[in-house]
């Protein structure tokens, strides 16, 4: 009998082995070029929320390893490094993961706004004014290394705003919830999440008490290479400096006014006034019935400014904000790219970006959204309709950054 009993658990031991699959990765420093040793591996399962399966840390060469088994949805990787997490997506089974973390700095002189897109509509309330804001933040340090402080982002929001919502995006196409920071100066907000080298997007949605009309003067410390303003067409948008504005519709977005400014800077008068009610046309509704997880309070936020991934309905599927959902998978394009033609390079005091490098961080992320856009056709995320909308719009945006990639490197 316990001859008996003790082959059944070799077997045992042996099937659960054999099922068992392996996470692999390798760390590496971006700033030194060296591997990452001794940065703590958190993995993160991906179910009612997420749930800690191990932690671990990266030997002296960088890498790591977990025994897990199989599972339908990938497992999400938390590398910490000098107080800043780096998330990746992680699947069974696969090849070494490589996994590139920075060292942190208070303050780095190569980060600029790039692109701050702001959508105003009125919704189903015309007592209620909707604002919608991105900010596109470039970090083009070098050696590259990832901006850390309590206000790695400032910016000022018109007065008397309910804050709803409030994300990131990093440039790996990550998107993490982040709290909004109030600050002492009045109507000035910041948040703190790290940014690391490439472009992330910063983005809020809050409300505003509505009249028929308002007055709003976008403010920012820093210089705005593209500041956008949209607003549906029943909406009018009068500025004070009429000559600051040029008007960019696009066909894309039927139905949908769109005014650019270019290399605005803090002495400019960019104030406008918006007036009338419209609302921003509606995507699909989803077929899903999930997607509520979001309403859930965040309440495990782990250290570096990084919250849990945003589980709030997609802007592309929910059919709240159409724009801005189409916009956020021009993630590393910029709030304004698919709309103004001979966009500049970001340029800050004294340092330039070299074209090829934005290029390629252009098309390592657009790369990124179309793995993640199948991935979710696979799993049934997604509708067919959604689907080739989003595909079609990441083609055309893929097929750009290749010929901007190979121009970039031609010169």
Same mark, same amino acid.
Not at 123 to 132: C, H
Not at 253 to 260: D, E, I, K, P
Not at 278 to 295: C, K
């Given at each position: 009998?316990?001859?008996?009993?003790?082959?059944?658990?070799?077997?045992?031991?042996?099937?659960? #082995?054999?099922?068992? *699959?392996?996470?692999?990765?390798?760390?590496?420093?971006?700033?030194? /070029?060296?591997?990452?040793?001794?940065?703590? +591996?958190?993995?993160? @399962?991906?179910? /009612?929320?997420?749930?800690?399966?191990?932690?671990?840390?990266?030997? #002296?060469?960088?890498?790591?390893?977990?025994?897990?088994?199989?599972?339908?949805?990938?497992? +999400?990787? !938390?590398?910490?490094?000098?107080?800043?997490?780096? =998330?990746?997506?992680?699947?069974?089974?696969?090849?070494?993961?490589?996994?590139?973390?920075?060292?942190?700095?208070?303050?780095? $002189?190569?980060?600029?706004?790039?692109?701050?897109?702001?959508?105003?509509?009125?919704?189903?309330? =015309?007592?209620?004014?909707?604002?919608?804001?991105?900010?596109?933040?470039?970090?083009?340090?070098?050696?590259?290394?990832?901006?850390? /402080?309590?206000? &790695?982002?400032?910016?000022?929001?018109?007065?008397?705003? &309910?804050?709803?919502?409030?994300?990131? @995006?990093?440039?790996?196409?990550?998107?993490?919830?982040? =709290?909004?920071?109030?600050?002492?100066?009045?109507?000035?907000?910041?948040?703190?999440?790290?940014?690391?080298?490439?472009? &992330?997007?910063?983005?809020? +949605?809050? &409300?505003?008490?509505?009249?028929?009309?308002? $007055?709003?003067?976008?403010?920012?410390?820093? =210089?705005? %290479?593209?500041?956008?303003?949209?607003?549906?067409?029943?909406?009018?948008?009068?500025?004070?400096?009429?000559?600051?504005? *040029?008007?960019?519709?696009?066909?894309?977005?039927?139905?949908?006014?769109?005014?650019?400014?270019?290399? +605005?800077?803090?002495?400019?008068?960019?104030?406008?006034?918006?007036?009338?009610?419209?609302?921003?046309?509606?995507?699909?509704?989803?077929?899903?019935?999930?997607?509520?997880?979001?309403?859930? #309070?965040?309440?495990?936020?782990?250290?570096?400014?990084?919250?849990?991934?945003?589980?709030?309905?997609?802007?592309?599927?929910?059919?709240? !904000?159409?724009?801005?959902?189409?916009?956020?998978?021009?993630?590393?394009?910029?709030?304004?790219?698919?709309?103004?033609?001979?966009?500049?390079?970001?340029?800050?005091?004294?340092?330039?970006?070299?074209?090829? %490098?934005?290029?390629?961080?252009?098309?390592? #992320?657009? $790369?990124?959204?179309?793995?993640?856009?199948?991935?979710?056709?696979? *799993?049934?995320?997604?509708?067919?309709? %959604?689907?080739?909308?989003?595909?079609?719009?990441? %083609?055309?945006?893929? *097929?750009?950054?290749?010929?901007?990639?190979?121009?970039?490197?031609? $010169?």
């Amino acid at each position: 009998m316990k001859r008996t009993s003790i082959i059944f658990i070799f077997l045992l031991a042996c099937s659960l #082995a054999a099922t068992a *699959q392996s996470i692999k990765g390798v760390v590496r420093n971006g700033t030194t /070029n060296k591997p990452s040793a001794g940065d703590e +591996v958190t993995l993160k @399962r991906i179910g /009612n929320g997420m749930e800690d399966a191990g932690k671990t840390k990266t030997n #002296a060469r960088g890498e790591f390893t977990f025994n897990v088994p199989p599972a339908a949805q990938p497992y +999400v990787l !938390w590398i910490q490094h000098q107080g800043v997490i780096y =998330p990746q997506r992680a699947v069974p089974g696969g090849p070494p993961i490589p996994v590139r973390v920075f060292d942190a700095a208070t303050t780095i $002189k190569e980060i600029s706004i790039q692109e701050h897109a702001m959508v105003f509509h009125t919704g189903d309330k =015309p007592d209620t004014l909707i604002g919608e804001e991105i900010y596109t933040v470039g970090n083009a340090s070098s050696p590259p290394r990832t901006l850390m /402080n309590d206000h &790695t982002l400032e910016f000022y929001l018109p007065e008397g705003v &309910t804050i709803a919502e409030s994300s990131v @995006r990093t440039s790996a196409g990550t998107e993490l919830k982040s =709290p909004v920071i109030p600050e002492s100066e009045k109507n000035k907000y910041a948040f703190k999440f790290p940014i690391r080298p490439g472009e &992330t997007q910063f983005h809020i +949605v809050y &409300t505003l008490p509505y009249t028929g009309s308002l $007055k709003i003067e976008p403010k920012s410390d820093m =210089p705005i %290479d593209t500041l956008v303003i949209a607003a549906p067409d029943p909406m009018k948008f009068v500025p004070v400096d009429k000559t600051l504005y *040029q008007t960019k519709n696009n066909p894309q977005f039927q139905g949908v006014n769109f005014f650019v400014a270019k290399s +605005v800077t803090s002495k400019q008068q960019a104030s406008f006034e918006i007036s009338g009610t419209g609302n921003i046309p509606q995507a699909p509704a989803q077929n899903s019935t999930g997607g509520q997880g979001g309403q859930s #309070a965040a309440n495990n936020r782990p250290g570096g400014g990084l919250g849990v991934p945003n589980e709030m309905p997609d802007p592309l599927h929910s059919g709240q !904000w159409l724009f801005l959902g189409v916009l956020s998978l021009f993630l590393a394009a910029g709030a304004v790219f698919v709309f103004t033609a001979g966009h500049k390079t970001a340029t800050v005091t004294g340092t330039s970006a070299k074209p090829q %490098d934005r290029a390629g961080v252009l098309l390592e #992320a657009m $790369k990124e959204e179309v793995f993640q856009l199948e991935s979710d056709r696979l *799993q049934g995320k997604i509708s067919a309709q %959604d689907y080739q909308t989003a595909k079609a719009a990441l %083609d055309k945006t893929l *097929q750009r950054a290749v010929q901007r990639s190979s121009s970039a490197k031609a $010169k």
